[in-house]
């Protein structure tokens, strides 16, 4: 079982950046590979970002790329997505998720969530 709890600023202004962090329990952190989506109300839930095990690689959706970087930390657990060059049409709930054998952009091939944060990009 793995918990996943997301944290970081989730204001800012269009042009500006944040950053969200979700931190793991347990002590398999490593063996997990870690996606972000997000979703905004009335949509299905949106592939953003995701990690390899080892950090090795990272997947990106055409809407953030080169705008948003993931990365991990397996020494504390913790994955990391800094958003650079906000736009309004960033905004949404953010969810980190865990899969222990897949790597990708499906959602339902996660295996665990976290509960989500509110990102608001004003203009």
């Known amino acids: 079982q793995v918990q996943l709890v997301e944290s970081g600023e989730r204001l800012a202004q269009a042009g500006g950046s944040l950053r969200l962090s979700c931190a793991a329990s347990?002590?398999?952190?490593?063996?997990?590979?870690m996606g972000w989506f997000r979703q905004t109300p009335g949509k299905e839930r949106e592939f953003v970002a995701a990690?390899?095990?080892?950090?090795?690689?990272?997947y990106y959706a055409d809407s953030v790329k080169g705008r948003f970087t993931m990365s991990r930390d397996n020494a504390k657990n913790t994955v990391y997505l800094q958003m650079n060059s906000l736009k309004q049409e960033d905004t949404a709930v953010y969810y980190c998720?865990?899969?222990?054998?897949?790597?990708?952009?499906?959602?339902?091939?996660?295996?665990?969530w976290g509960q989500g944060t509110q990102v608001t990009v004003s203009s």
């Open positions: 998720a865990a899969s222990r054998g897949y790597f990708g952009e499906t959602a339902y091939e996660y295996d665990y």
């Open positions: 347990g002590r398999t952190f490593s063996t997990y590979a």
């Open positions: 990690i390899s095990w080892t950090a090795d690689s990272t």
